[in-house]
Nanobody
């Protein structure tokens, strides 16, 4: 089993930046696709970004493409989400997770497991 702990959230003005971190412990981290998801109040959890086990391949939701960058450091068992040009609609609880089902890099929530507790990101206008 993998334990995940997110950090780096906070309150930022529109146009600002935040860097989220997700630290993993437990089972081997480097062999898994890692993803970031977010959930705003009253909405379903949605895919944000994912990175292959090597860090070479990345996928992004259209809503964050060009503004967010996902990366990982397997030596530190950590995955990052650099968020630039933040918008009020980016406000949500951001969680990281490990892909445990499916092939390639998945955008599907149910194909991920071992969710962290999440970190709140609030973007003011």
């Amino acid at each position: 089993q993998v334990q995940l702990v997110e950090s780096g959230g906070g309150l930022v003005q529109a146009g600002g930046s935040l860097r989220l971190s997700c630290a993993a412990s437990g089972r081997a981290f480097s062999g898994y696709v890692m993803g970031w998801f977010r959930q705003a109040p009253g909405k379903e959890r949605e895919f944000v970004a994912a990175v292959s086990w090597s860090g070479i391949s990345t996928h992004y939701a259209d809503s964050v493409k060009g503004r967010f960058t996902i990366s990982r450091d397997n030596a530190k068992n950590t995955v990052y989400l650099q968020m630039n040009s933040l918008k009020p609609e980016d406000t949500a609880v951001y969680s990281c997770a490990t892909q445990t089902q499916g092939w390639g890099i998945s955008r599907t929530v149910y194909e991920y497991a071992y969710w962290g507790q999440g970190t709140q990101v609030t973007v003011s206008s």
